[in-house]
């Protein structure tokens, strides 16, 4: 199966590890709309978010790793975002989120530019706040 996450999970494709648990994983998204945009996906390939038998423990690592970015970067809000029609494996998109109007909403063509040293930094800050 030509699946991105499964290869992710295999280990086959390098990637920036946010935190894990036996069953999920969440990662920096190669393609962020802001910085800090982390991806978190159950270790099983479903297609859908509501094909995962366990949903309720799915969002509840979701809300973890949402609140270890909030938390991270001291921010108010986290836009969450389900779509599914870009990779075919189950994903919810975690996007923080500035109130002062920067953020670049919905938008999955505009990607932000994110440095190296950027990326670094707030990997850092989450995977600690998600540690905490
Ligand atoms: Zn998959």
């Given at each position: 199966?030509?699946?991105?996450?499964?290869?992710?999970?295999?280990?086959?494709?390098?990637?920036d590890?946010v935190?894990?648990?036996?069953?999920?994983?969440?990662?920096l998204?190669?393609?962020?709309?802001?910085?800090?945009?982390?991806?978190?996906?159950?270790?099983?390939?479903?297609?859908?978010?509501?094909?995962?038998?366990?949903?309720?423990?799915?969002?509840?690592?979701?809300?973890?790793?949402?609140?270890?970015?909030?938390?991270?970067?001291?921010?108010?809000?986290?836009?969450?975002?389900?779509?599914?029609?870009?990779?075919?494996?189950?994903?919810?998109?975690?996007?923080?989120?500035?109130?002062?109007?920067?953020?670049?909403?919905?938008?999955?063509?505009?990607?932000?530019?994110?440095?190296?040293?950027?990326k670094d930094e707030v990997l850092k800050k989450i995977r600690?706040?998600?540690?905490?």
């Amino acid at each position: 199966m030509d699946c991105i996450f499964c290869k992710i999970i295999k280990g086959e494709i390098p990637y920036d590890k946010v935190g894990e648990t036996d069953k999920f994983l969440a990662f920096l998204d190669i393609r962020p709309l802001a910085v800090g945009h982390v991806l978190v996906i159950p270790k099983e390939h479903f297609r859908w978010i509501w094909d995962v038998p366990y949903v309720g423990e799915y969002f509840e690592y979701v809300a973890k790793v949402a609140n270890a970015q909030k938390k991270a970067l001291g921010l108010d809000m986290v836009k969450s975002i389900v779509v599914g029609d870009e990779v075919h494996h189950a994903h919810v998109h975690l996007v923080p989120y500035e109130s002062s109007g920067k953020a670049r909403g919905f938008d999955f063509t505009r990607f932000a530019e994110v440095s190296k040293q950027e990326k670094d930094e707030v990997l850092k800050k989450i995977r600690d706040s998600i540690n905490l």
